[in-house]
């Protein structure tokens, strides 16, 4: 899923075409394999390899501009920008300086959100990371729940102290529904299985899934009221 940046006050995407012919170019000029790159390109960026495939393969991009950055200089590009696309798309004119700040904020609390849901495989990870220290399997699930409930605590203060700037605009409105439901469910079916070992795999998205469309319809508000 393609993230959504926000920079000078304009909304980007990776160009993942971009980044393919880069990855091209090296080889040929170079003679040296893709898994190469890869792998020279994740020593660079101290990213695993296997991210930086799923960028080649369009199933991800990357979490925030300082890797785009680092990207551009790995290639030896000087304008970063050129990894990106949609400036000519995507302008906040609409919005005060204020409101704009606020939407970033916002905007980082809630890709950090679904990255830790993301990289946790939907909080399953840190039953492995209790059992380690000898909690209680019948305690773990209660503990489980409180580090879910911090994140989304943590996201609605966020959201709650932009008010003062984002009151009364529709985009605040629907960002709030997002928060409040769609990112709620989204630890709330996870934990609610019975039990992620025992969950049926045809039954139950996949965290992958999960993420996927929470990412995307947030992407949807964005691209709905930021034109």
Same mark, same amino acid.
């Given at each position: #899923?393609?993230? @959504?940046?926000?920079?000078?006050?304009?909304? *980007?995407?990776?160009?993942?075409? @971009?980044?393919?012919?880069?990855?091209?170019?090296?080889?040929?000029?170079?003679?040296?394999?893709?898994?190469?790159?890869?792998?020279?390109?994740?020593?660079?960026?101290?990213?695993?390899?296997?991210?930086?495939? %799923?960028?080649?393969?369009?199933?991800?991009?990357?979490?925030?501009?300082?890797?785009?950055?680092?990207?551009?200089? !790995?290639? =030896?590009?000087?304008?970063?920008?050129?990894?990106?696309?949609?400036?000519?798309?995507?302008? #906040?004119?609409?919005?005060?300086?204020?409101?704009?700040?606020?939407?970033?904020?916002?905007? &980082?609390?809630?890709?950090?959100?679904?990255? +830790?849901?993301?990289? @946790?495989?939907?909080? =399953? &990870?840190?039953?492995?990371?209790?059992? %380690?220290?000898?909690?209680?399997?019948?305690?773990?699930?209660?503990?489980?729940?409180?580090?879910?409930?911090?994140?989304?605590?943590?996201?609605?203060?966020?959201?709650?102290?932009?008010?003062?700037?984002?009151?009364?605009?529709?985009?605040?409105?629907?960002?709030?529904? !997002?928060?409040?439901?769609?990112? *709620?469910?989204?630890? =709330?079916?996870?934990?609610?299985?019975? !039990?992620?070992?025992?969950?049926?795999?045809?039954?139950?998205? @996949?965290?992958?899934?999960? !993420?996927?469309?929470?990412?995307?319809?947030?992407?949807?508000?964005?691209?709905? +009221?930021?034109?």
């Amino acid at each position: #899923m393609n993230k @959504t940046y926000i920079i000078d006050e304009s909304i *980007y995407h990776f160009d993942y075409d @971009t980044f393919n012919n880069l990855f091209r170019s090296k080889k040929i000029n170079e003679k040296i394999t893709f898994e190469k790159i890869e792998l020279e390109l994740s020593k660079e960026l101290n990213i695993s390899k296997e991210a930086i495939h %799923n960028w080649r393969l369009k199933n991800h991009s990357p979490e925030n501009k300082e890797i785009i950055i680092k990207i551009a200089n !790995y290639f =030896n590009i000087k304008d970063y920008k050129l990894l990106l696309k949609g400036k000519e798309e995507k302008n #906040m004119s609409n919005l005060n300086n204020n409101q704009i700040n606020s939407l970033k904020i916002i905007n &980082d609390y809630i890709i950090e959100y679904l990255d +830790y849901f993301y990289k @946790t495989d939907g909080y =399953n &990870d840190l039953w492995h990371i209790f059992a %380690n220290r000898g909690i209680k399997s019948e305690c773990i699930e209660e503990k489980l729940w409180e580090v879910a409930e911090e994140k989304i605590d943590k996201l609605i203060l966020c959201y709650d102290k932009q008010k003062i700037f984002l009151k009364n605009t529709k985009i605040y409105e629907d960002l709030g529904v !997002y928060i409040y439901n769609d990112l *709620y469910d989204i630890f =709330n079916g996870k934990l609610s299985y019975a !039990y992620r070992f025992e969950a049926i795999p045809n039954g139950n998205p @996949t965290t992958q899934e999960d !993420y996927e469309k929470a990412l995307k319809k947030y992407n949807c508000i964005i691209d709905k +009221y930021i034109n």
